[in-house]
Nanobody, 121 residues
Framework: QVQLVESGGGLVQPGGSLRLSCVASGSIFSINFMGWYRQNPGKERDLVAA???????NYADSVKGRFNISRDNAKNTVYLQMNSLKPEDTAVYYCKHVLKTTRRGLFSDYWGQGTQVTVSS
């Protein structure tokens, strides 16, 4: 059983910073993709940032230059450093890992439970 646990959300003023963490635990053989998504009520879940096993990262246009994604492979952990936060960044943030649990297994999606980020004065 694989579990993803996020932390680091909260309330911050516009212009402030937060750092989200997502650690995966359980039977993990290989992680190919780690990503952060966000969602507001009634809206679709959108990709914010992603990083693949080779280290390449991509970002949504709305967060480029403000957010930075990084990963610690030894800890099965992905981070999202969020700077210069804006009210429109308010959302529930979810992490996703694409991983396989055995050498011959297939890659599957695993999601965290979500963490609320609120940017408000």
């Amino acid at each position: 059983q694989v579990q993803l646990v996020e932390s680091g959300g909260g309330l911050v003023q516009p212009g402030g910073s937060l750092r989200l963490s997502c650690v995966a635990s359980g039977s993990i053989f290989s992680i190919n993709f780690m990503g952060w998504y966000r969602q507001n009520p009634g809206k679709e879940r959108d990709l914010v940032a992603a990083i693949v096993s080779g280290g390449s990262a991509n970002y949504a246009d709305s967060v480029k230059g403000r957010f930075n994604i990084s990963r610690d492979n030894a800890k099965n952990t992905v981070y999202l450093q969020m700077n210069s936060l804006k009210p429109e960044d308010t959302a529930v943030y979810y992490c996703k890992h694409v991983l396989k649990t055995t050498r011959r297994g297939l890659f599957s999606d695993y999601w965290g439970q979500g963490t609320q980020v609120t940017v408000s004065s």
